[in-house]
């Protein structure tokens, strides 16, 4: 039933093409992007004037880096928070404020009594989810499913992306919602999620090598994870993956942040992950990286690069260069988290650990 695979979460993880696919299927009517259970009216979406996404784990990470579009697209404020610090602060809601709840389960304790305390301040929940009749979507005013389908290994792979892609499809519902993008504007965003699928095979292809490098970097200590904008999060949720499954002590920056601290850890050998932006998109950004990186490999880490194709002025400091399709920027993390996520998984099955079933852990965490 694991297809061929060591582990569940590698078929999971190469399933992600399929599950992105069915995430964004029949979104699209009539030139339109439409939600699934929609008990928001239109004019409500219109008036939205503020937006918090609240999750935990994974599901916080795909709010993060969900914020970048739903801002960019839609020039609303988007907040980003913990599930389980949101619902014990007093945050500002009102019945024009947004929060989308993301959870892979509906079932996660924290997010469901934020979802109960937002709505008992008149803001309007919509869930985004992957199981079907669950207790956040049941409580909330609208619902996203994920369609993903049944993830069985513990850790969350193909319902982050997914989630990613559902975010995404909240932020243009806004966005036409509220006229910040024209109608074909929409549409073209829409057909760039829809080439994902197929990007994120390709980025599938670095499977055995990605593989080849987490055999090697099984003894290590400790790793960092380095990225800025969207990459940023997805340093976070590869530390986080690595911390669940392989019991190592890793930790995601904002590449930015190195000189303010973290540049402190670097020593001889300490392997490095490096998500590069592309090279055309933010041009800037992708420079500060090239520097940063000169600065860690010159200390001594071994630095491993997760770069768009053809990114050749990254190649004389990648000591490993994994190399993903070229995308637009705000889908980026849709294949660069796929390499993360085989690292993380093939560095715990070289130190005998069950990937799908990591200690401590439960797929559905209903106490807090
Ligand atoms: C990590 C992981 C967890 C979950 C978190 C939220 O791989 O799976 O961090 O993302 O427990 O779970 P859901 O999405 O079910 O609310």
Same mark, same amino acid.
């Given at each position: 039933?694991?297809?061929?695979?060591?582990?569940?979460?590698?078929?999971?993880?190469?399933?992600?093409?399929?599950?992105?696919?069915?995430?964004?299927?029949?979104?699209?009517?009539?030139?339109?992007?439409?939600?699934?259970?929609?008990?928001?009216?239109?004019?409500?979406?219109?008036?939205?004037?503020?937006?918090?996404?609240?999750?935990?784990?994974?599901?916080?990470?795909?709010?993060?880096?969900?914020?970048?579009?739903?801002?960019?697209?839609?020039?609303?404020?988007?907040?980003?928070?913990?599930?389980?610090?949101?619902?014990?602060?007093?945050?500002?809601?009102?019945?024009?404020?947004?929060?989308?709840?993301?959870?892979?389960?509906?079932?996660?304790?924290?997010?469901?009594?934020?979802?109960?305390?937002?709505?008992?301040?008149?803001?309007?929940?919509?869930?985004?989810?992957?199981?079907?009749?669950?207790?956040?979507?049941?409580?909330?005013?609208?619902?996203?499913?994920?369609?993903?389908?049944?993830?069985?290994?513990?850790?969350?792979?193909?319902?982050?992306?997914?989630?990613?892609?559902?975010?995404?499809?909240?932020?243009?519902?806004?966005?036409?919602?509220?006229?910040?993008?024209?109608?074909?504007?929409? !549409?073209? @965003?829409?057909? $760039?999620?829809? %080439?994902? *699928?197929?990007?994120? /095979?390709?980025?599938? =292809?670095? #499977?055995?090598?990605?593989?080849?490098?987490?055999?090697?970097?099984?003894?290590?200590?400790?790793?960092?994870?380095?990225?800025?904008?969207?990459?940023?999060?997805?340093?976070?949720?590869?530390?986080?993956?690595?911390?669940?499954?392989?019991?190592?002590?890793?930790?995601?920056?904002?590449?930015?942040?190195?000189?303010?601290?973290?540049?402190?850890?670097?020593?001889?050998?300490?392997?490095?992950?490096?998500?590069?932006?592309?090279?055309?998109?933010?041009?800037?950004?992708?420079?500060?990286?090239?520097?940063?990186?000169?600065?860690?490999?010159?200390?001594?880490?071994?630095?491993?690069?997760?770069?768009?194709?053809?990114?050749?002025?990254?190649?004389?400091? !990648?000591? @490993?260069?994994? $190399?993903?399709? %070229?995308? *637009?920027?705000?889908? /980026?993390?849709?294949? =660069?988290? #796929?390499?993360?996520?085989?690292?993380?998984?093939?560095?715990?099955?070289?130190?005998?650990?069950?990937?799908?079933?990591?200690?401590?852990?439960?797929?559905?965490?209903?106490?807090?």
């Amino acid at each position: 039933e694991k297809g061929g695979h060591d582990y569940f979460m590698l078929k999971e993880i190469e399933e992600q093409p399929e599950a992105l696919a069915n995430t964004l299927r029949g979104h699209f009517d009539h030139g339109r992007i439409v939600l699934d259970e929609q008990r928001i009216a239109d004019q409500d979406l219109r008036d939205v004037d503020k937006v918090f996404v609240v999750a935990c784990g994974t599901a916080y990470h795909s709010g993060l880096i969900a914020k970048y579009a739903i801002e960019h697209w839609t020039r609303l404020p988007v907040e980003v928070e913990l599930a389980s610090e949101f619902r014990y602060r007093d945050p500002v809601l009102d019945r024009d404020t947004l929060v989308v709840a993301i959870s892979q389960s509906g079932e996660t304790a924290d997010t469901l009594e934020a979802v109960r305390h937002a709505r008992g301040q008149k803001a309007r929940v919509l869930a985004i989810c992957n199981t079907n009749g669950a207790q956040i979507p049941r409580e909330s005013d609208a619902v996203l499913y994920t369609h993903a389908g049944p993830e069985v290994g513990v850790a969350a792979t193909k319902t982050f992306t997914s989630q990613i892609a559902a975010n995404y499809l909240v932020g243009l519902a806004l966005a036409q919602a509220r006229g910040t993008k024209y109608p074909d504007e929409v !549409a073209r @965003e829409f057909a $760039e999620l829809e %080439a994902m *699928p197929a990007a994120v /095979q390709k980025a599938l =292809s670095t #499977v055995d090598h990605v593989r080849k490098l987490g055999r090697e970097m099984a003894d290590s200590k400790a790793v960092l994870f380095l990225g800025r904008h969207v990459g940023f999060p997805v340093a976070l949720e590869g530390a986080l993956k690595l911390k669940e499954l392989a019991y190592m002590h890793a930790e995601g920056f904002a590449a930015g942040e190195l000189k303010h601290g973290p540049i402190a850890l670097i020593e001889s050998g300490l392997p490095v992950v490096v998500v590069m932006p592309s090279p055309k998109g933010r041009g800037v950004l992708h420079a500060k990286l090239v520097s940063n990186i000169s600065e860690i490999q010159a200390r001594g880490a071994r630095t491993i690069v997760i770069a768009e194709e053809g990114d050749d002025t990254v190649r004389p400091f !990648a000591d @490993e260069l994994v $190399e993903v399709p %070229a995308v *637009p920027t705000l889908l /980026q993390p849709l294949v =660069s988290s #796929v390499p993360l996520q085989v690292l993380a998984a093939e560095i715990a099955r070289t130190r005998g650990y069950d990937v799908d079933k990591p200690r401590n852990l439960a797929k559905s965490v209903t106490v807090e």
